[in-house]
């Protein structure tokens, strides 16, 4: 079994376009994502909901 370096460092990224939800709440607007991504996404799906960490960051452990 091959193993990573001990000094290796491991990452990882989002972006709230796929993570936060709550897309028009609390005063939000568009983002740049929201803009120009309607009409361009697989069955017309969006960021309105996504993994809805807005909402549920508490019992996420946040």
């Known amino acids: 079994m091959k193993k990573f370096p001990e000094n290796f ?3 990882a990224a ?3 376009f796929q993570v936060e ?3 028009s709440e609390d005063g939000k607007t568009d983002s ?3 803009a120009t991504s309607k009409g361009h996404i697989k ?3 969006n960021g ?3 993994c809805d960490h807005y909402h549920r960051y508490k019992e ?3």
């Open 43 to 45: 069955r017309n799906l």
């Open 9 to 11: 460092l491991w990452g």
């Open 32 to 34: 740049i994502w929201d």
């Open 48 to 50: 309105d909901v996504t």
């Open 21 to 23: 939800g709550a897309r």
């Open 60 to 62: 996420e452990g946040g």
């Open 14 to 16: 989002s972006a709230s």
